[in-house]
C-alpha cells in the first residue's frame, strides 16, 4: 500500500531533504542500482565519539536489501542502522553471519501529519512565549534528553540546534526554555520535553502544532517516531492528528556494544 511504503521511507526522504537545504553534515546516499533502485541507504560522516548518528535504510525488496548487508564497506557494523521491524531478523542473520554482536535498542510508531487543518489553534498567551532555541540552550537541553548528558550529545544538539528548525516556550521572567522540541537530521521532530514544574499546561501541545505548522509550510515532511512504550506521547500526537500505518514499526539495532 502507498501509505505503508510512504512510512518505510520518510527517514531517507527527510535526509535527502535537509540535504538539499541545509548546509551541514553531509549525508552519503547508496542504491543498489540507477535509476531503477530497489535499496536506497543514508549513511551520515562519522567522526570519533559520534555515538547518535545512524544508517538508515529504504527497500523495495528484501533480497536487495541482503546483498546490500553483505556488502563491505557500505554498512559500519559498528553504528546504529534504522529500518522496518519486519527486517529484524535479516538484521540479525547477517550481523551473525559477520560474528557481529547486535541489540534491538528501540522500537518505535512512525506518526505523521498529513493534514495540519486539524491542529488546534495555539493560545495567544503561549503564542507570545514562543520562540527558537539558540546554541546557548544546548546545555539545558543536553542534560534532559534520555540519551543525553554526554560531551556526545551535546555537540550533537547544538549542530541541531545551529542548522535545523527548533521551537520553544520561554519563560515570562527569565526568558530561558522551559519546554521546546527540535528536529533531527531526517527532518524528524524530537526531543520533546517540557520542565516537570511546567507540566500540565498544555506547552507540548502548543509547540507541536506550531512546529508542525511551520513545517509544513516550508516543505518539510512532518512527523515524528515515538518509542512504543511511550504511551503519553503517542496519545498527544494522535490527539493532534498524527495518523500511523499499524503494520509498521521502526527498529534501531546497535552493533558492537554489547
Known amino acids: 500500500p502507498t501509505w505503508f511504503i510512504f512510512a518505510l521511507s520518510v527517514k531517507v526522504y527527510g535526509y535527502i531533504f535537509?540535504?538539499?537545504?541545509?548546509?551541514?553534515?553531509?549525508?552519503?546516499?547508496?542504491?543498489?542500482?540507477?535509476?531503477?533502485?530497489?535499496?536506497?541507504?543514508?549513511k551520515p560522516p562519522y567522526e570519533k565519539g559520534d555515538l547518535f548518528k545512524d544508517t538508515c535504510?529504504?527497500?523495495?525488496?528484501?533480497?536487495?536489501?541482503?546483498?546490500?548487508?553483505?556488502?563491505?564497506?557500505?554498512?559500519?557494523?559498528?553504528?546504529?542502522?534504522?529500518?522496518?521491524?519486519c527486517y529484524e531478523e535479516m538484521v540479525m542473520a547477517v550481523a551473525s553471519e559477520r560474528k557481529v554482536p547486535v541489540n534491538k535498542v528501540s522500537v518505535c510508531h512512525m506518526m505523521m501529519l498529513q493534514d495540519p487543518s486539524r491542529l488546534p489553534p495555539v493560545e495567544s498567551a503561549i503564542e507570545s512565549m514562543i520562540s527558537s532555541l539558540d546554541e546557548s540552550h544546548t546545555d539545558l537541553v543536553n542534560?534532559?534528553?534520555?540519551?543525553?548528558n554526554t560531551e556526545n550529545s551535546f555537540q550533537m544538539i547544538r549542530n541541531m540546534i545551529r542548522?535545523?528548525?527548533?521551537?520553544?516556550?520561554?519563560?515570562?521572567?527569565?526568558?530561558?526554555?522551559?519546554?521546546?522540541?527540535?528536529?533531527?537530521?531526517?527532518?524528524?521532530?524530537?526531543?520533546?520535553?517540557?520542565?516537570?514544574?511546567?507540566?500540565?499546561?498544555?506547552?507540548?501541545?502548543?509547540?507541536?502544532?506550531?512546529?508542525?505548522?511551520?513545517?509544513?509550510?516550508?516543505?518539510?515532511?512532518v512527523y515524528c517516531f515515538v518509542e512504543e512504550e511511550n504511551i503519553l506521547s503517542y496519545n498527544l500526537y494522535t490527539n493532534l492528528g498524527f495518523t500511523e500505518d499499524p503494520q509498521y514499526r521502526a527498529a534501531w539495532f546497535d552493533f558492537n556494544s554489547l
Not at 21 to 29: K, W
Not at 58 to 76: H, M, P, Q, V, Y
Open 57 to 85: 535504510v529504504f527497500t523495495k525488496d528484501e533480497a536487495s536489501f541482503r546483498n546490500i548487508l553483505g556488502e563491505n564497506n557500505i554498512i559500519d557494523w559498528t553504528k546504529f542502522l534504522c529500518t522496518s521491524l
Open 143 to 148: 542534560k534532559t534528553w534520555k540519551f543525553g
Open 163 to 221: 542548522h535545523y528548525p527548533s521551537c520553544c516556550v520561554l519563560d515570562a521572567e527569565s526568558q530561558q526554555p522551559i519546554a521546546w522540541v527540535l528536529i533531527y537530521p531526517s527532518c524528524a521532530m524530537g526531543m520533546l520535553y517540557t520542565l516537570q514544574e511546567h507540566r500540565v499546561q498544555g506547552l507540548a501541545k502548543a509547540l507541536v502544532s506550531s512546529m508542525s505548522r511551520r513545517l509544513y509550510s516550508q516543505g518539510f515532511p
Open 18 to 42: 535537509q540535504m538539499n537545504r541545509v548546509m551541514a553534515d553531509p549525508i552519503q546516499v547508496f542504491v543498489d542500482r540507477w535509476p531503477e533502485f530497489n535499496v536506497i541507504l543514508c
